[in-house]
Structure formats: C-alpha cells, structure tokens
C-alpha cells in the first residue's frame, strides 16, 4: 500500500532554534496535511496544504506542498517548549480513495 | 463546541476478551472514523460511515473486529476476540462531511482509548 516516509524520527533541540521535518512518497499526491499530537491527546490540523508549490504559514509555523507532489516539509522557527510532541504529515490521492495515509511521525523534544 | 467524546479513556483486558469503545462525533458531522494507532506509528484508518452506512472498511480485521453506527451519530467499536497485536490507541473522528476528490474535509479526532492486552 501507500507509504508515507517521514524524517527525522525523532528531534533533540535547544528552545529558540528553527525544526525542520518532511515527509517524502513514491506516488503522487493531491493533499498534504501536517497535524500536532499531545500525549494522551488525539492529532489536530495545524495546516492544509491543496495545490503543488504552494507554500502556507501558521504562525511560527511554515509548509510547503512540493512540486512534485511526492514531498512537503514542515517548519517551526523560533521553537518554544509548547511545541514538544509528535508531528506527523498525512495526504490523500485517487490510489488512496481520498482516505488519509500517515507518516509514522517526527517527535519533538526540547533541551532542557 | 463540544469536541469529538470517546470512553473509555483507558482498558486493560486478557488475551481472547471481548472490548467495545464508544464515540459520539461533533454535533452536526456526518462523516465518522475510527483508526488504529500502534505506539511509534500514525493512526491507520479502519472504518468510515458516513452517516450510518460503512464507506470503507477495507482495512478493518472482520474476523474480530466490528463497528455499527445505527442512528448515524455514535459509534461502537468492537473487537472479540482480542490479540496482543491489537493493544493500541483507538481513535475517532469526525467530519462535516468526507473526503472529495479536490478538497480535504478536516477530520476532529478525540482523545482516543488505549487498549492494552495481556
């Protein structure tokens, strides 16, 4: 089936330097989509992104649908210690019958 | 806006048990999920109803697992008999409405129930 390659696995930074994370597939899709996951907490959207190239921000958040299609990447600036957790990309495509395929996550953690 | 409800929070049962959870999606959302999140992994969808009528269930494990939404709001889940493979974080969703082909029907997920099988 599809697979969703997401990278780093895990990310060990210092508060107040950028995170970048991406998220890679073989086939093409139509919709890229980065959510945030809290322990004990289900994932929510952080952004949508529906066109190749396009390039949408949410706050200190920033992504890119890449102009392929088969890769977007997902970047925070300035991090803070509420941006710890799980990030994960997710996408949909006609292979996918439009249902949501998951990259197996990137893990935030902040340096102390 | 009351968000997506789901309980319990947390079981624990033996190898060969039977288990249900329960969902109650927002108010007004007519697309249900449930998915499948093993510890490390992203959430794998299992069923979709839209309303109360299954739109894909091709990755739900039949042979065990089962799910009903009769009056199209809350859903169960339910899986008998239990596999230690099957200890995971059940999550629902929900959206206005599903997917299209041009356009994502954001999904609001629940806290989820963690299933743990001895």
């Known amino acids: 089936g599809q697979q969703l390659n997401q990278s780093p696995q895990s990310m060990f930074i210092q508060e107040g330097e950028d995170v970048s994370m991406n998220c890679t597939s073989s086939?093409?899709?139509?919709?890229w989509l980065w959510y945030k996951q809290e322990p004990g907490e289900g994932p929510v959207l952080l952004i949508a992104?529906?066109?190749a190239g396009e390039l949408t921000s949410n706050g200190r958040l920033t992504a890119q649908f890449g102009i392929t299609r088969k890769d977007s990447f997902l970047n925070i600036s300035a991090s803070i210690p509420s941006d710890v957790g799980i990030y994960f990309c997710?996408?949909?495509?006609?292979?996918?019958?439009?249902?949501?395929?998951w990259g197996a996550g990137t893990k935030l953690i902040i340096k102390p | 806006e009351a968000g997506v409800a789901q309980s319990p929070r947390y079981k624990i049962i033996e190898k060969r048990q039977s288990v249900a959870f329960w969902c109650n999606p927002i108010?007004?959302?007519?697309?249900l999920y449930w998915y499948q999140q093993i510890l490390g992994q992203g959430p794998k969808l299992l069923i979709q109803f839209q309303n109360n009528g299954v739109v894909d269930d091709s990755q739900l494990p039949k042979d065990r697992f089962s799910a009903e939404r009769l009056k199209g709001v809350d859903s169960t889940l339910k899986i008998q008999p239990a596999k230690l493979e099957d200890s995971a974080v059940y999550l629902c969703?929900?959206?206005?409405?599903?997917?299209?082909?041009?356009?994502?029907?954001?999904?609001?997920f629940g806290p989820g129930t963690r299933l743990t099988v001895l």
């Open positions: 969703a929900s959206s206005f409405r599903g997917g299209e082909a041009m356009s994502y029907n954001e999904q609001f």
């Open positions: 086939s093409i899709f139509n919709t």
């Open positions: 992104l529906y066109k």
């Open positions: 108010s007004g959302h007519a697309t």
């Open positions: 997710a996408g949909t495509s006609m292979d996918s019958n439009y249902q949501l395929i």
